[in-house]
């Protein structure tokens, strides 16, 4: 038989459970943590007063004493908000939006409201529709409640919308400014502004006047693929100044709507006054489903991306290549364009051909055209100026903004060739070879013999060192040895003497003309070569008395301890236009380089005339010369700039070898 077992019949039931929010929910998530920035906070309400019909919206940032954030304040002109729609949409998290204007609102998840608690954590609303205004306020902790005042106003009063924001959370160096506000409102509302001119955007006063910026635009569309089912509208504006940066840190911008999305940095920058803005349908569908964070990870938008940006590509290159030929033509026939003249001369053909291509890249940043021409010649002048100084690289950098690769592209340039280098010593040499000339003249010409040696002569040679030697500079002029010895002695790193032990040394009163003075670098002894120069009225020739005044400056040195004798060699030069017949005999001693007239251990005494000092002087510039011309030949540099930059160099002759007409 068998036992049966009695179970227990198990009991089920059923209940609903309501959802419930923190108000946190809405202030923090869908508030405060939802935007970025304050200024991207302010763009939403903007939004949601240009959705409202608003005509004009004023941002105004009010500071307090310290120049902190007092409060922003948002001012609109739309449609206001009525009774109804405060306690139907206004209080409703998340409302759906309404088909009134559906194809063209910005706001879309119904929450932009509560931007508010970004900027700040108190806001006073008063908004006005019809002859009704209400007020009422905001805080990030105010609960679920909304307490709003009502009160009746006559049939004129305006309609429209102020939220005064207090509480500021932006502070310290990231604190709200106009121009930061302007700047990020002109970057997300540029496409919208320039669809909808009869709208106005002003801060703290100040329109953002996008149409005012515009050169010139061009449309072309890019086609509907598998990935972005629509197709999209490219806009390529010109601007009239370069894009301030500030506003427009990436020149593409994406945009839904009207305002933008995100914005990219082409590879290959376009010109500096070149903004796009691209639009699709499909950028709408990322904004409208939240994806907006995402982009970067959408697979359509990575595709209207590179269809963007190829396009783009060629659109800089054609108009960086009209604007090239266009500008450097006209360059050329300017009277201030320093390579009028043509010149067979290899190394004023090199030079040429890298002013020109600077000359451009200058221009795609400043726009010389349109300077007027005493602000061009200037330019030019300068331009010039850098090639002989040794900073094109500086100038290219700060003045014309290259990009890396351009950068790169000129520093192989002058890495191949030494162009600075060359372009610098041609320059130079000239100069110098000029002032050998005019010394000349000045020291045997008819008026020779009036010219004074203190006031006149020694100024003249002070800035001209060089032609002493190229390896000096000038330590002291017209100093006693009292300087003489100070500087001597910090250039020998020794340690500085007090006024007392200087008055110890013998001659300490005699005034050289010039101290000179070189130190080697590299290891050799002596390490630190320094020069005396005694200068003579050209009318003077050198004689004993003149020998034994230089010979006193050599006992001064040599029988002081003050001077460093192991680590420094010295010579002492006495120089006029001629020399008399009682030393003439001294100067060309036997075994003895021609002009000594005593030597001892690191110091060596010279008698010299100006016409030798010329003439060693001249014969050095004219190899230093020679050399550059052919080092310029052997290099070819222009057939190397034309390679790379051939619209600005591609008739570098034909076009300064006939003058305009």
């Known amino acids: 038989m068998l036992d049966l077992v009695k179970t227990k019949t198990s009991k089920k039931r059923s209940y609903e459970l309501a959802w419930r929010y923190e108000s946190r929910v809405a202030t923090q998530h869908l508030g405060s943590q939802k935007y970025s920035t304050s200024s991207r906070a302010i763009g939403e309400l903007v939004a949601n007063a240009l959705d409202a019909d608003a005509t004009l919206i004023d941002i105004e940032i009010v500071e307090n004493a310290l120049g902190g954030t007092e409060k922003v304040v948002i001012t609109d002109d739309g449609k206001g908000m009525s009774p109804e729609q405060l306690r139907e949409r206004f209080v409703v998290v998340g409302v759906e939006p309404t088909g009134e204007g559906e194809g063209t609102r910005l706001g879309r998840l119904g929450v932009g409201r509560l931007a508010v608690h970004r900027i700040g954590s108190v806001s006073i609303w008063t908004t006005t529709a019809g002859q009704l205004r209400s007020a009422f306020t905001l805080r990030t902790d105010n609960g679920e409640r909304l307490k709003v005042e009502e009160e009746s106003v006559s049939a004129e009063s305006p309609s429209g919308t102020t939220i005064e924001i207090f509480n500021v959370l932006d502070t310290g160096k990231d604190h709200l400014t106009p121009t930061r506000i302007a700047n990020d409102l002109l970057s997300q509302y540029c496409s919208f502004l320039l669809g909808h001119p009869k709208r106005r955007i002003r801060v703290n006063g100040e329109e953002l006047a996008v149409e005012e910026l515009i050169e010139s635009r061009e449309k072309e569309i890019i086609p509907a693929s598998e990935k972005v089912p629509t197709e999209a509208t490219l806009n390529h504006l010109m601007l009239k100044r370069p894009v301030d940066q500030s506003r427009f840190p990436k020149q593409v911008l994406f945009s839904a709507k009207g305002r933008t999305v995100t914005s990219v940095q082409p590879e290959d920058p376009p010109p500096v006054q070149y903004l796009s803005i691209v639009e699709c349908p499909y950028l709408d569908s990322i904004v409208t489903s939240n994806r907006e964070l995402l982009i970067d990870m ?130 130079e040499v000239t100069n110098r070879l000029t002032f050998l000339d005019l010394l000349h003249i000045l020291v045997y010409g008819p008026d020779a013999k009036t010219v004074k040696e203190r006031s006149q002569l020694h100024k003249i040679i002070d800035p001209h060192c060089w032609i002493f030697g190229p390896q000096f500079h000038l330590a002291t002029s017209d100093k006693s040895f009292r300087e003489v010895i100070r500087r001597h002695r910090k250039k020998a790193g020794l340690a500085d003497i007090d006024d007392q032990a200087l008055e110890n040394v013998g001659g300490v009163d005699d005034i050289p003309d010039l101290f000179l003075a070189s130190t080697r670098d590299f290891p050799v002894q002596p390490k630190h070569h320094h020069l005396l120069v005694e200068l003579k009225a050209p009318r003077v020739g050198l004689g004993r008395e003149e020998a034994e005044q230089i010979r006193r400056y050599a006992e001064t040195i040599l029988e002081s301890h003050e001077f460093d004798t192991t680590s420094t060699r010295w010579d002492i030069f006495l120089v006029s236009s001629r020399c008399g017949k009682e030393i003439e005999r001294d100067r060309n001693q036997k075994d003895k380089p021609h002009g000594v007239l005593f030597e001892w251990d690191n110091m060596t005494l010279w008698a010299l005339e100006w016409s030798e000092i010329i003439a060693n002087a001249r014969a050095e510039m004219q190899l230093v010369r020679d050399h550059l011309k052919q080092k310029s030949e052997e290099l070819t540099l222009s057939d190397y700039l034309r390679e790379n930059f051939p619209e600005v160099l591609s008739s570098i002759r034909t076009k300064t070898s006939t003058p305009p007409q």
């Open 298 to 427: 959408d697979e359509g938008y990575a595709v209207l991306k590179e269809a963007a940006l190829d396009r783009i590509n060629e659109y800089g290159k054609k108009i960086f290549a009209q604007r090239k030929t266009t500008f450097i033509e006209q360059a050329r026939q300017e009277d201030f364009y320093p390579y009028r003249e043509r010149s067979e001369d290899p190394i004023a053909e090199v030079e040429q051909a890298v002013y020109d291509v600077a000359l451009e890249k200058i221009n795609e940043t400043a726009n010389l055209g349109n300077m007027t021409r005493k602000q061009q010649e200037l330019v030019f002048k300068l331009l010039k100026r850098s090639l002989e100084n040794e900073s094109l690289l500086e100038v290219l950098q700060e003045v014309a903004k290259l990009s890396d690769a351009d950068i790169e592209r000129f520093r192989k340039v002058l890495a191949r060739t030494t162009l600075e280098s060359i372009i610098k010593l041609s320059s």
